[in-house]
């Protein structure tokens, strides 16, 4: 199979509509797209990436209208957050209709649906006409991709078409909010904190362990790049530090004596390159990449989910 590399979103469209999958940029992570509707062509999305079936997708829309063709009820937790944050990096639970087919939602009664704020992501929806069912286009298991390259890294001559665009502006996946209780809950934390969140709506949580799977990200370890992921709060002594071994976080110090070292300007740096980073130590051989710790508020919460994700 040769990959169809474009930046024309018609052309990516055209392979949505003949039931094939489709990479493409959206502002969070690179995804790979199939036809919601599409069963068929859904399951190649989870053969290409090697993605448990048990693990369901995201579906990813062009108008907000779109909402009520595929779920039952727009709660009203729901109607404060698409109001504020669609198109932008959330991703609402809500439960479903009977149109869309199993293998979209994993089989749960609840669908995953996204309003993606890249120019590039609607286009390629309204010129394909359907929602887009999406997670992040890369194997199971590795860091997302945050870049084209990374998309060609994992899948070129194996998926039969990349739309290409600009580096991802986020670097991390959607913030997932389960919509179908009375308050919101957030099932995997992203860009859009859970302060952000809780100004809609005081009563807004991070889920518990253990809770229901309802989302991608939830069930499986994740984000995992071939070194291994450590994560570092105080500085080690300096005859510890060994060759093949980086260091990114935020403070200059704890970084000194790493093979390979990337300081981040800001939490939001941190989190838009952590992915890329794990990528280009696997590419130059890094055994060891050491995190910086950091405060679960804010994006820190996303920041040291991934990490965690990594790890386990």
Sequence with gaps: MKTTVTNNPKIAAAFIKAGEIAAFPTETVYGLGADAYNEKAVKKIFKAKG???????????ANKKDINVLAQEITPSAKKIISKFFPGPVTVILKKNEIIPPATTAGLDTIAIRMPAGRLAQQL??????????????????????????VLRDFNNKI??????????????????????????????GSVTLEQIKKLDKNAVIQKKGGKIKSPGQKYKHYSPKADVRIINV???MSNVKRNEAFIGLDRNLGKGFEKVLICRSMN??????????????????????????AEKGIGAAIMNRLNKAIH
């Design 235 to 237: 500085k080690r002594e």
């Design 269 to 294: 740096d941190y989190a838009r390159k952590l992915f890329s980073f794990f990528r280009e130590c696997d590419d130059e051989g890094i055994k060891t990449i050491w995190c910086q710790k950091v």
């Design 125 to 150: 929806i309204k010129a394909a006409g359907v929602p887009i069912a999406a997670p992040s286009a890369n194997l199971s298991g590795s860091p997302s991709p945050t870049n084209f390259l990374h």
């Design 160 to 189: 039969p078409c990349l739309l290409i665009g600009p580096p991802a502006k986020y670097g991390l996946e959607s913030t997932v909010i389960d919509c179908t209780g009375k308050n919101p809950v957030i099932l995997r934390p």
């Design 51 to 61: 993605r448990p079936v048990d693990n369901p997708l995201i579906v990813h829309i």
